[in-house]
């Protein structure tokens, strides 16, 4: 019904830039959030950056100043552009968005929703 396909991640070396993106379709009313977690091996899963409707952003601290969300709404579609690239920032790197589904012919509902995973290697 509703889906986020990620496409962007690789091998990088130390200091590299990458580019993630996450195209939400389907059924979709309106999307509140759209963002990006991680997790790296033996770690749980953490928030790397979100951001809003409206644009505002929250990054973790340990992506803040080289890491940057942005989000084109016609699209359904954010992009994290990946600076800097450090060893720690390996991970599978998740998409999420909390969104509103619905329609003339199905019932409006607020979800949830996870992309696949798409790894993201920072090594020389």
């Known amino acids: 019904q509703v889906q986020l396909v990620e496409s962007g991640g690789g091998l990088v070396q130390p200091g590299g830039s990458l580019r993630l993106s996450c195209a939400a379709s389907g059924s979709i009313v309106s999307i509140n959030t759209m963002g990006w977690y991680r997790q790296a091996p033996g770690k749980e899963r953490e928030l790397a950056a979100v951001?809003?409707?409206?644009?505002?952003?929250n990054y973790a601290d340990s992506v803040k100043g080289r890491f940057t969300l942005s989000r084109d709404n016609a699209k359904n579609t954010v992009y994290l552009q990946m600076n800097k690239l450090k060893p720690e920032d390996t991970a599978l790197y998740y998409c999420?968005?909390?969104?509103?589904?619905?329609?003339?012919?199905?019932?409006?509902?607020?979800?949830?929703?996870w992309g696949q995973g798409t790894l993201v290697t920072v090594s020389s």
């Open positions: 999420n968005a909390h969104l509103l589904t619905g329609g003339p012919d199905r019932p409006y509902t607020y979800l949830e929703v």
């Open positions: 951001i809003t409707s409206g644009g505002y952003t």
